[in-house]
């Protein structure tokens, strides 16, 4: 026998190896519960959020979806009279504010269930938005 190395007996290899196998079938099942609870919140409910009315003026005002529950989509439509800004997620976005004209429409999809607000504002004027959001 060569230096260093160790025999041990059968039964004993046997159990350390039961109890590494143990041991990486509960790291498997930690990982297989946390990939069904990501899929399971990346399936949208099917719940269209009622149509919301906002009175848009030069005063931001923020939208949040209902029950602390966030939207995988939202659209919005500006019945006017004046154009509005809009931003989506303000805390986390770095785009610039999208402008929404009279009559037009803007839709956000992100496919999962990450939109937790709609900041609004006109520079001048008013405007009244539609609102509809999907979780």
Request: charged share 30%; glycine share 6%.
């Amino acid at each position: 026998m060569s230096e260093g190395k160790k025999l041990i007996r059968a039964d004993e290899a046997q159990v350390r190896l039961l109890d590494k196998m143990l041991a990486e079938i509960r790291a498997l099942a930690k990982d297989t519960r946390e990939s069904a609870e990501k899929i399971k919140q990346s399936i949208p409910e099917g719940i269209i959020e009622p149509l919301t009315q906002t009175h848009v003026t030069t005063t931001r005002g923020i939208v949040h979806p209902p029950y602390g529950k966030r939207w995988f989509s939202v659209s919005v439509v500006n019945d006017g009279p004046d154009p509005c800004w809009i931003i989506v997620n303000s805390e986390l976005s770095t785009t610039s504010p999208y402008e929404l004209h009279k009559d037009e429409l803007f839709e956000v999809d992100l496919g999962c269930p990450k939109i937790v607000d709609l900041v609004h504002w006109c520079e001048s004027g008013s405007a009244t938005l539609r609102i509809r959001g999907v979780r």
